[in-house]
């Protein structure tokens, strides 16, 4: 039945999978198809062409694997490439994710949010399109993170690299006024417990996997598209290092998961 096909999620790494606890937590019944395109991590820094280069070429291969929804567990993926996926295939339901401008501008009280992201999320016309629309009545004080994804890519979430550079990155949101923090990667919710040290109590920090798991419940149950359950393990793909996936799965993922190979016109060069 094609309500038992599992869900495609992508990103270009491991931090999608910040994404894919709020989906499972959600939606237990669903069976969850994830790739991993860490051979080509960070995306933050690559050209839209590539990035949507790589994710229709990751978008074939799960609807190849069957199928039936599409999330793009990636910032800066949604904001190059979700235009042209959904383009290319419109009967399929794809939920992409943005920084959570909207929600910060209504829970700040000191007017200054601070969002942290990758430069490409940051540069790109879609984030400068959410400013406008959402960011009249306060002041946002951006911040890319260059080196923070390569950090949970290896598993690095407590580190002293770790922390040396997300206090760097944090310092100037502070000394800003910012007391709301948009966690604007989806690498970065893994880094909150690090992140709660080095920021006052008083300062909020949001991110969007749940409203993410949100809007795939709604678009499932829109199409009777909901699975019945019971579902299968996760199955995760990387592009980059298998037994590098393997190390780290266990401190992103307290599930049952099965580790799969990507097709090699998939994986890294
Ligand atoms: N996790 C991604 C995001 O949400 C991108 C990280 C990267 O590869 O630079 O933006």
Partial sequence: MASEAPVGVFDSGVGG???LREIQARLPNES????????????????PEFIRARSRAITEFLLDQGCKALVVACNTATAAAVAELRGTWPEL???GMEPAVKPAASATRSG???????TGTLKSAKFAALLDRFAHDVRVVTQPCPGLVECVESGALQSEETRALLQG???PLLEAGCDTLILGCTHYPFLKPLLRQLVPESVSLIDTGEAVARQLHRLL???????????APARFHTSGD??????????????????????????AA
């Fill in 17 to 19: 999978i910040s994404v």
């Fill in 32 to 47: 969850l198809l994830y790739v991993a395109d860490s051979g080509f991590v960070p995306y933050g820094e690559k050209s």
């Fill in 93 to 95: 339901p794809i939920v």
């Fill in 112 to 118: 200054a949010v601070g969002v942290l992201a990758t």
């Fill in 169 to 171: 990155y944090v310092a």
């Fill in 221 to 231: 149950a829109a199409r009777d598209l909901l699975a019945a359950g019971p579902a």
């Fill in 242 to 267: 298998p037994e590098a996936l393997r190390r780290v799965l266990p401190v992103l993922w307290p599930h049952a998961a099965r580790l799969e190979a990507l097709p090699v016109e998939l994986g």
